[in-house]
Nanobody
Framework: QVQLVPSGGGLVQAGGSLRLSCAAS????????MGWFRQAPGKEREFVTA???????YYADSVKGRFTISRDNAKNTVYLQMNSLKPEDTAVYYC????????????????????WGQGTQVTVSS
């Protein structure tokens, strides 16, 4: 089992920045692929970004160039730096983990990730 504990959500004005963190425990962190999803009210959970064990990163088109995912294997933590935030980024953000190297073809599918943290609210005001 993997436990994921997120932190860092909040309220920010459009154009501002926030950094989310997600601390993992239960398995060697370096063995995990890590991802972030988000869910806005009335919408399905959607892929935001992922970082594989080898450090390769992948982003949804809607956040490319504004969001950056990174991982610190020494701290067992994945980060999501969010810049130039827009009101449409408002959602509950979830970190996810999967053992091993998650295939690129399925990483955008929420049901292919085995472990989830509780959500953290991000609200961007206009």
């Amino acid at each position: 089992q993997v436990q994921l504990v997120p932190s860092g959500g909040g309220l920010v004005q459009a154009g501002g920045s926030l950094r989310l963190s997600c601390a993992a425990s239960g398995r060697p962190f370096s063995s995990l692929s890590m991802g972030w999803f988000r869910q806005a009210p009335g919408k399905e959970r959607e892929f935001v970004t992922a970082i594989r064990r080898n450090g390769f990163t992948y982003y949804a088109d809607s956040v490319k160039g504004r969001f950056t995912i990174s991982r610190d294997n020494a701290k067992n933590t994945v980060y999501l730096q969010m810049n130039s935030l827009k009101p449409e980024d408002t959602a509950v953000y979830y970190c996810a983990a999967e053992s091993g190297e998650i295939p690129i073809a399925i990483m955008k599918l929420s049901n292919r990730w085995d472990y989830w943290g509780q959500g953290t609210q991000v609200t961007v005001s206009s």
